[in-house]
């Protein structure tokens, strides 16, 4: 079954405490991407990448890092959480890059740091 | 003025009812452009691409205006069911990174 896949889906955690959120995908598509959506504004996009090892700042990236050492892996990481990146986070990919084609979604992973 | 922009309503519509939303966008050089379907804080998924020349998917009609710079979205017989948020999704002009609009909610009711 092609699926995105995020873990964990839920997170409580402390100030300051690091912590990576993986994403994965099996449809082979080189374009992966992390959005946080918040009450009043929206899906915004943290990171993207259009394929191994090219990855580029989204519209809201302070905070953040990514990697993409292999395809099918994108993992966004905080290294030093804040209580202003409790969110609900999505991850997503597609087969041709950004807006060119269907974005499949991860099922959300809901962070809430304390 | 923004990238994307939507009336986040909600609108509120009788079972069986027609029900429009459009979508306006400031880049003029955009060219895909996407309604998505959100369910309460589920993952967002595609309802329908939107082309030049406008399409249709059974009681879904999605048209583009380029010289008006917005697209839109009719829900003809409404169904409970259909209760949800409807996200815009345009790919930024020279780009491919997607921009989402904030969402419409819609709610059907008996």
Redesign the interface.
């Known amino acids: 079954e092609a699926q995105v896949t995020q873990n964990p889906r839920y997170l409580i955690t402390v100030t300051g405490k690091k912590l990576t959120v993986t994403c994965s995908q099996n449809m082979n598509h080189e374009?992966m991407s992390w959005?946080r959506q918040d009450p009043?504004?929206?899906?915004?996009?943290i990171y993207?990448s259009?394929n191994v090892e090219v990855t580029d700042k989204?519209d809201v990236p302070e905070g953040y890092k990514v990697s993409r050492k292999e395809k099918r892996n994108f993992p966004l990481i905080l290294e030093s959480p804040s209580p202003n990146q409790t969110s609900?986070y999505?991850c997503a990919s597609s087969s041709?890059?950004?807006?060119?084609d269907?974005?499949y979604?991860?099922?959300?992973t809901?962070l809430t740091v304390l | 003025r923004k990238e994307v922009e939507q009336d986040p309503g909600p609108f509120n519509v009788p079972e069986g009812a027609t029900v429009a939303f459009n979508c306006t966008y400031s880049n003029s050089a955009s060219q895909s452009f996407f309604w998505y379907r959100q369910d309460c804080r589920k993952e967002p998924k595609l309802l329908m691409s939107v082309y030049s020349s406008g399409n249709e998917d059974g009681r879904f009609t999605a048209q583009l205006n380029r010289a008006s710079q917005y697209i839109s979205l009719l829900i003809r017989d409404s169904k409970l069911s259909d209760s949800a948020t409807y996200l815009c999704v345009v790919n930024r002009g020279g780009s491919y990174i997607p921009t989402f609009g904030r969402g419409t909610s819609l709610i059907v009711h008996p």
């Open positions: 374009y959005y009043g504004l929206g899906l915004r996009q993207y259009m989204g609900l999505f041709l890059a950004g807006g060119g269907t974005q979604f991860g099922p959300g809901r």
